[in-house]
């Protein structure tokens, strides 16, 4: 075993190894500019799946190899890497900076909570709305980080409520005058007899008669969990739906704005980069396509978890039964004590607000695509100013904008450059720019038209059944990689597939983007996932049976939604005038 460990702890670098030698046949044995940049495209996805390499680095090897293969020069490639992308990102990574140096995402989170009420069931919504908002602005893994820690204290405070109401119950029912003479004996008593029905293999639950200290009535064994954590199953099942919950709607909320997840950003830069005279990507039209399939895949989840962890009694929801009041009371007190504890909302915080909501605006009507922008103002630039000038404008204000009084001794501005690159996605803006120089190279080569011509055969597919083919097929990529790096492979893939059989690109690319973002199934899967994880309250077989469901959830809104009012919206039904008419090539690997 010892040697196996030793071996296995070394597969990093045999993969590494062994990989480019396997694929060596391409550009040496046919040497085609085809053939050699399929060997770069299949490198980097086995390392980009098998996490060989920093996923950073293997995005780097378009700019060693496509020079040395003579596909593209190295001052082409390089100029490839910096894109548009990267300037929206900034503005709203100072943005997120903003927001979370003075408290904004807490006082919003706790107070859709409070909004909702102190009901597990409306709980968790709660937690769910106020994390799908969160991460329409802020990436998902900053806003799961921000709101777990609420959800953690909430759910410790719930239990220790209802353990304390527990035990005064107890005391009551025994007609006891004296706790301290008789309570001993009949809590001994009473856990002697649970412990008979636990070692009976009865199950977690269990109905107990004929017990002279209490009245015949249905009595939850204790089922302490790890650690003796849970008093019950029934708390230890409500951990595990306010964890999955908020997992899975820091990645659904995303969906709903091009800045909320980087695989939307990537869509919208591949877009620019595969059709230059395509405008139809914008803010405001996503928004409008997004926002309802958000809605719905964030309530279908809601049912489905509540379902799981909580029970199918939904009518619970409406009614208050004295048996819940004390956690509930527990729980709407612990939430109220965590808003308070932010006292009245401070100077920095409002001004954080206000460009906040501002950047929302300007991007809402920059250029929504159903009516006249402000953009349409400057008509002789356009295309000029986009998304990432809004972002960048407000964004440099909060380097300008003091932070202080004007009587305080030290000068501070709302956010400084050490917090800004704290919170920047270095990782990101080289994967996503490796995957920008893997797609230019894809187009130069020829091998984007050998695909095309390879996918031809499909074209026979309705094309509905062709869009759920490849959203399943994305689906369960993403599983096992990283959300951009399963995008950044099936772009130039899906683009050329879509100008063969002659369908709008838009209608393949838009719900294939959308499902690279559902990966629910692993802890490794995803990184909101990773975060609830960690906090011990599920298992992976949790994780793996929840997060099926929300994933066919996701799948179906996501085809119901470009089936019907993205069909109008992009006019998916027509092909465009902005995309190729294509021609079957002749080239060959």
């Known amino acids: 075993m010892g040697i196996l460990r030793d071996v296995w702890s070394y597969r990093s670098l045999f993969i590494v190894i062994v990989t480019p030698l396997l694929l060596l046949p391409l550009p040496l044995v046919i040497g085609t500019k085809v053939a050699e940049c399929a060997f770069t495209l299949l490198l980097m996805a086995v390392y980009w799946l098998m996490e060989a390499l920093p996923l950073s680095v293997t995005a ?3 700019a060693l190899l496509f020079p040395l293969f003579g596909i593209l020069k190295s001052s082409q490639v390089a100029s490839v890497y910096f894109k548009d992308f990267h300037l929206l990102l900034t503005g709203v990574i100072c943005m997120a900076t903003a927001i979370e140096k003075w408290n904004l995402h807490k006082r919003i989170a706790l107070r859709l909570v409070l909004l909702v009420g102190a009901n597990p069931g409306w709980l968790m919504l709660g937690f769910m709305v106020s994390s799908a908002f969160l991460s329409m602005w802020l990436s998902n893994t900053s806003t799961a980080a921000m709101v777990m820690p609420i959800v ?3 759910v410790q405070q719930i239990m220790n409520a209802e353990s304390e109401a527990t035990t005064q119950r107890k005391r009551v029912l025994t007609g006891c005058s004296n706790a301290g003479l008789q309570l001993d004996e009949v809590e001994a008593k009473n856990e002697k007899a649970q412990e008979v029905i636990r070692c009976s ?15 015949p009535a249905h009595t939850e064994v204790a089922v302490p969990g790890p650690e003796g954590r849970y008093r019950s199953v029934k708390d230890h099942m409500m951990c595990k739906g306010l964890s999955l919950c908020i997992a899975y709607a820091s ?11 980087s695989t939307n950003l990537i869509f919208a830069e591949q877009m620019t980069q595969f059709y230059p005279d395509c405008d139809s990507i914008n803010f405001g039209n996503w928004f409008i396509l997004c926002l309802p399939i958000s809605v719905i895949a964030l309530l279908l989840s809601w049912v489905w978890l509540h379902w799981m962890f909580l029970g199918s009694d939904f009518r619970s929801l409406l009614s208050c039964r004295k048996e819940r009041s004390e956690r509930e009371k527990a729980t709407a007190r612990v939430i109220e004590q965590e808003y308070k504890a932010l006292g009245p909302m401070s100077p920095q915080e409002m001004v954080t607000m206000v460009i906040f909501v501002l950047m929302v605006l300007l991007w809402l009507v920059r250029d929504p695509g159903f009516m006249p922008g402000w953009a349409s103002l400057f008509p002789e630039y356009k295309g000029y100013a986009t998304d990432a000038t809004v972002a960048l404008l407000l964004g440099i204000l909060f380097f300008i904008l003091p932070a202080n009084k004007p009587s305080s001794p030290k000068f501070e501005t709302l956010i400084s450059w050490k917090e800004f690159e704290s919170c920047m996605p270095w990782e990101i803006c080289l994967l996503v720019g490796g995957g920008f120089a893997l797609a230019e190279g894809t187009k130069v080569s020829g091998l984007s038209a050998w695909v095309g011509d390879l996918l031809i055969p499909l074209g026979s597919l309705p ?12 689906t369960t990529f993403t599983e096992v990689a990283s959300n951009p790096a399963t995008i950044t492979i099936f772009l130039p893939i899906l683009a050329p597939l879509a100008e063969a059989i002659h369908v709008n ?10 499902c690279t973002s559902f990966a629910f199934l692993l802890p490794v899967s995803n990184p909101p996932n990773a975060i609830v994880f960690t906090y011990g309250h599920v298992s992976v077989m949790d994780m793996v049976k929840a997060g099926l469901g ?3 959830i996701g799948v179906l809104v996501v085809l119901l939604a ?3 009012w993205g069909v109008p919206l992009y006019n998916l039904d027509t092909y465009p005038a902005w995309a190729p008419i294509y021609n079957a090539s002749n080239t060959g690997l």
């Open 201 to 215: 293999g009865v199950g977690p639950k269990a109905v107990v008669y004929n017990i002279p200290e209490e009245p």
């Open 505 to 514: 690109p838009l209608y393949i690319l838009i719900p294939t983007t959308l």
């Open 152 to 154: 953690e204290a909430v």
């Open 60 to 62: 780097l090897l378009p």
């Open 550 to 552: 929300v994933n066919i």
């Open 251 to 261: 990645t659904i909320g995303g969906l709903t704005t091009l800045p909320g997840t």
């Open 463 to 474: 094309t509905w059944a062709l869009i759920t083919i490849t959203c399943v097929i994305v």
């Open 562 to 564: 470009v089936s019907t």
